[in-house]
Structure formats: C-alpha cells, structure tokens
C-alpha cells in the first residue's frame, strides 16, 4: 500500500498538519493529492552539473517545487472543476522546468463535498466550521428569577400608577422626592408655605413670604352656636418664635389646642373671656410637651432651647368680642362704615412695649430701635411665669375684626395703616379680604411668615357698650 507523504504545512494555506491527516482541516485541500517526496540522490548529469532538484534517474526530471502558498494545476476547485495552471516565474515557460516539458499529471481524485452547514467560500476555497448565520435571531429567554418573582404576584395585587406631581414654575416637570422640579430645578411649595381656610363667617390666610425658607405660624378657625344657640366664631393665630427648637411645631400645637379648648367651652357656657383664658393655658401646655425628650437627645444638642410661639385670638358672638394673647401678635378693630376711627386691642408682649409703657421713650423712639420686636412674653417650657391677657368689648356698630403676626402689621402698624389696607367689603368677603391683606405684606418685602384671619363683627343690639 502506499503512504500518504509526510507533510508538515498544507501546500495551498500553509495551515500546520497532523501526522495520518488526508485533507487540511482550514482549506480542505486533498493532501493524497500531493507527490511523494523523492529520494535525496541527485543524477550526475554528462555535463558533469547537478540536474535539478526532482529529476529521475530515467533521465525525466520531477516538477520543481511548488513555491509556498501556489494551487496546484489541475485541483478542484470549489465547484469541483479542475483549477486553470498558474503563471510560472518568468524565466521559466509554463509547462516547462529547466527547459525541459513536464509530463502530465494524472487528475486527483475529486474532493470529498463539504458538509451541509458548512459553506465553501468560493472566492478563497476556504471552509468555514460554523454553521450558516440565520436572518432573524430568536430573542433571548427572560430570566427564570425575574419570571418567578412575577408570578409570585397576581395582576390584581399590583398598584396603580401614581400620578406625577407637575411644578408649579414651569408647569411642565416632574417633581421629584426632594420637592424639587426636575426639569427647571425649582423648589416647589410645602403644604404650610400658603394655607387658606374659611369656615362659616371666619376665613383665614398664612404664607410662607419672600425671606424664610418655611412657614413657622399656624392658624386655626372654626364656628360653633352658645348654649341659647346664638353664633360664636373663634380665631387662633400663632407664629412661631424663630430662635427656637421647631417653631413651626410650636405654632401648630397651641393653635390646633387651643381652638379646640375653646370652642369646647363655648358650646358647654363658659364665659367667652374665661374660655379665652383656659384656652391660652392649654396651649401653652401644649407646647411645654413638646420639650420632653430623652435626656440623651439634650446631650447631643445642648445649645438648643425649648420650642416656643406667640398667641393671640379672638371670639365674636352676638354684642361681645373677646380677644386673649402672649406675645407680640395683634387684634385690629375697624368698624364697616369707616366713620368712626379703627382701634388696636391688643398690647405687645416685647421690649418697646416696656420702653413706652415706662415713659423711657415714645413709640417711634421705641419701635426704630434695634431691640423693638424683642418679645417679653410667650409660649414655651422656658417662657417666664406665664401671663394670659384677655379684654373684651362691645361694639356699637358693625365692623370686622382682623387677627395676625407682625408679619403684616409690620407693613400697617397704626390702626389707621390697618383700616386703609382692609377693603370696604371685609364683612361680606372675609376669604378675600384676608388674601388682600397678605398681599399687602408680600408687596412691602414679605420679610417675615404672614398670618390673618378676619372675623365680622355683627349689628349689635340695642344698648350695646364697650365692657
């Protein structure tokens, strides 16, 4: 039998062979194809020159070696068909080595076909292993957790969508967690940075202004009926003290406590002043709570002083008005007809207070110094001995009492400012008139949280006078 020729590179592709391989593994190429390697003796010619390399003893010499890389003439190609001869070198004929004709080659035998799936290039003959590339790809499985977790939960268990919050600048973006506008980044309003309410005859406002960056007052309004069924209707405003731990939870306590306490004693027959008073009491109280924290929480923030607020309120019922403070908030009297002149009813609770009411100095001497709003009353675990004051009166007309901080009637601090800024139809309009007024405050600078309720004060009786 004869051997296969021990090669050690593929003729065609240079590919790297294994001993007993009959076709190369990169290009397909036949290897039985190939000549045997003749036997290293070369044929002394009678010139006495060594014939070339390949040359028989019979005096027919063998084809010169193919150079590296060359197809042999006559292989089959891609399709079978036999490959056209190449073109020697040039100083060689075709078909010629040394100047002598070369026999004929005998045909090889035709290549094995290339396995279904793996296409023969028929530029380069070049076999590719991989299978033949499908035009659509199948999408990749989901994965099984994901698959598992959702079947886990029924459809009908999901929740639904939460709207998104628009911004109120731009009114195009999503606000996100933080409050803030995702599209134009602006902060967007808190709940108590404007509060309005209108309950009965009573309506309220408070807004954050232009300065802080929060709403530390509080309000609170509400309306019940006296024991023999007469209408009463209740004010509580408060601003927290901004030197204080959490002035804004300060302020919402004693309001929210002290409407409660109040109008609870109105519907049971308490005197309207006496209510007033228990009133301020229990909101105090109130906000002595809120300074009851662990010990260990004062040792992290020793610097740090008790919650504290202001109060001032006022019940209107037929014939009577009560108003009761601590601090520097006001109640403003300004009659319906204007003929007779406003009056404030309340007393401040602060340093220029004391200065006037000492004859030290006069009110603008007072009010531009420096420590004028330094208040000498208010609510809170470390307030001084607390001190409610109540007054009551009884109005001979019509008219509309306004309640609020300094954050407006540091815009009209006279009554008669006050009574230019309310409009003429307060008593029928309380909602509105309260928007008035703390507009009134944001166009002079907002410098401060703006808190008014209005109340309308009624005909009164025959007879009525002040009490």
């Known amino acids: 039998m004869s ?19 009959r076709f190369c593994g990169a290009c397909g190429y036949d290897l039985s194809a190939v000549p045997a390697r003749p036997e290293d003796s070369p044929t002394i010619a009678m010139n006495g020159s060594v014939s070339a390399p390949g040359a028989t ?18 292989a089959p190609g891609p399709d079978g068909a036999p490959l056209p001869p190449q073109a020697s070198p040039p100083d060689v004929p075709a078909g010629r080595a040394g100047g002598l004709p070369v026999p004929p080659v005998p045909p090889a035998p035709p290549a094995p076909a290339p396995p279904v799936g793996s296409p023969v290039s028929s530029a380069s003959g070049v076999r590719f292993d991989r299978p ?41 973006g999503r606000v996100d967690g933080d409050g803030y506008c995702e599209n134009c980044g602006h902060a967007q309003p808190r709940e108590r940075d404007h509060m309005e309410q209108e309950c009965g005859p009573v309506a309220a406002v408070s807004d954050r202004g232009l300065r802080h960056h929060r709403n530390e007052d509080a ?69 002595n709570a809120l300074a009851e924290e662990p010990a260990t929480a004062r040792e992290h923030a020793p610097h740090q002083n008790a919650p504290a607020c202001t109060l001032v309120g006022a019940v209107v019922t037929a014939g009577l008005l009560v ?15 204007r003929t007779s002149p406003p009056a404030r009813l309340t007393e401040d609770d602060s340093w220029a207070a004391q200065m006037v009411a000492a004859g030290l100095m006069n009110e603008a001497e007072a009010y531009a110094d420096e420590r004028a709003h330094a208040i000498t009353g208010w609510l809170g675990a470390d307030a001084y001995e607390l001190d409610p004051h109540t007054a009551s009166f009884k109005p001979d007309r019509p008219g509309v009492v306004v309640v609020c901080t300094d954050g407006l009637w540091n815009y009209a ?55």
Not at 57 to 74: E, I, K, L, T
Not at 327 to 337: E, F, I, M
């Open 132 to 172: 033949q590339e499908p035009e659509e790809y199948p999408l990749q499985a989901p994965d099984p957790r994901v698959a598992a977790e959702s079947a886990t939960v029924p459809p009908a268990q999901a929740a639904p969508p939460v709207p998104p919050k628009g911004c109120v600048a731009c009114r195009a």
């Open 413 to 467: 601090e006279a009554a008669e400012e006050m009574a230019e800024a309310v409009p003429v139809d307060a008593a029928t309009r309380p909602l509105h008139s309260a928007r008035v007024l703390v507009g009134h405050a944001l166009d002079g600078g907002g410098h401060d949280n703006v808190t008014v309720a209005v109340l309308p004060f009624p005909a009164p009786p025959q007879g009525a006078g002040s009490a």
């Open 3 to 21: 051997q296969m020729p021990q090669l050690s590179a593929c003729p065609s592709c240079e590919e790297p062979l294994e001993s007993g391989d």
């Open 219 to 287: 309000f609170a309004v509400g309306h019940t009926a006296l024991p023999d069924g007469s209408p009463a209707s209740v004010a509580i405003v408060c601003d927290g003290v901004s030197s204080a731990t959490r002035p804004d939870e300060a302020s919402l306590a004693a309001s929210v406590t002290a409407s409660e306490s109040l109008l609870a004693a109105l519907e049971s027959g308490t005197h309207p002043q006496q209510a007033m008073h228990d009133a301020i009491v229990a909101a105090a109280h109130a906000v």
């Open 57 to 74: 003893s019979g005096g027919y010499p063998h084809p010169p070696a193919r150079p590296a890389g060359a197809v042999r003439p006559g």
């Open 323 to 337: 108003v009761g403070w601590v601090g520097d908030s006001r109640v403003y009297w300004v009659p319906a007809d």
